[in-house]
């Protein structure tokens, strides 16, 4: 072999043991690469379904979920994380574990108008008033900076007139109803939404054969008249759904509306529980039917 060859040869053998020791550094480099993070568990943060999931809410009320369907009626009411949002009565803040961190997240904001308040004021409502304010002040982190108005037949406004993108009315019609505010909630309502805005109504739902109690005092209520009061406010109604429709309710129990799960009454508001009730077949149907409407104040 010429030393030409030979050179070559050398050449050809060092370069063959230069790749294959390349080859082997890559695979250990592979071998030691650190592996990708895994994805994190659950719905994504600052999402509605995170909201929903949210650990701080309580066993009771996720238990709810099933006939309340709060993703559904919230998505079919418009709502949106950066939206300037006032609750009626919002009572012991079932929807406001959803609502708060879901917009304190989000850049939105949150009115509550809760129950008013003055020497008239029923005890039990202003308690109710002050556990869900003290819980939502207690960690502004999670709920955000709630502002807290109030809804009587003596209060003013809600939120500043022409703020609100979403105002909601989550089951307590028949109540105002009782009260002879009804008419004065929609008014209300109206002047806090802005052009454009949108109310959105839970309530329970009386047979549309079934004659209106002006009172509500079983706590059902007509869609006809609910769209009838929403009208006669300046409202434009925009599309109803089946979201929290129960066909099992006959709307016919002793105790109203309120015999039925989670008030479960089984004697008369403010009166002793009877024992000797059977509760059976009430608890086989579940929570209300209840009607889903959504309304728009003109532009």
Not at 59 to 82: C, I, M, S, Y
Request: with cysteine; hydrophobic share 45%; charged share 20%.
């Amino acid at each position: 072999m010429s030393e030409r060859s030979t050179r070559r040869a050398v050449l050809a053998g060092a370069c063959m043991a230069a790749f294959a020791g390349l080859a082997a550094c890559g695979k250990k480099e592979d071998k030691a690469a650190p592996q990708a993070p895994a994805a994190p568990a659950g719905p994504p943060e600052g999402s509605l379904e995170w909201a929903v999931a949210g650990p701080w809410r309580s066993a009771n009320d996720k238990a709810r979920d099933v006939w309340r369907h709060p993703v559904e009626t919230l998505r079919f009411f418009g709502l949106q994380p950066r939206m300037t949002v006032v609750d009626f009565w919002p009572g012991s803040g079932w929807f406001i574990d959803i609502l708060a961190p879901y917009l304190n997240k989000g850049g939105g904001t949150l009115y509550l108008a809760g129950f008013a308040e003055g020497p008239a004021a029923d005890p039990a409502q202003i308690a109710i008033n002050n556990t869900l304010k003290a819980r939502l002040e207690g960690d502004k982190k999670l709920y955000g900076q709630v502002q807290f108005s109030a809804f009587g037949a003596g209060t003013g406004p809600v939120a500043p007139a022409g703020t609100a993108d979403l105002v909601l009315f989550m089951r307590y019609i028949h109540a105002w109803m009782a009260a002879g505010i009804a008419e004065k909630a929609f008014a209300d309502a109206y002047a806090a939404l802005r052009p454009g805005g949108v109310l959105g109504v839970e309530q329970h739902r009386l047979q549309p054969d079934e004659d209106q109690d002006p009172a509500a005092a079983n706590g059902y209520v007509q869609e006809a008249f609910v769209k009838q009061l929403a009208a006669e406010a300046g409202f434009v109604f925009v599309e109803a759904s089946e979201i929290n429709a129960n066909p099992k309710d006959t709307k016919d129990h002793p105790f109203g509306a309120d015999t039925l799960a989670p008030t479960r009454l089984t004697a008369p508001m403010g009166q002793p529980a009877d024992p000797a009730f059977d509760r059976t077949k009430y608890d086989a149907i579940g929570e209300s039917d209840r009607m889903t409407l959504k309304f728009r104040k003109p532009e």
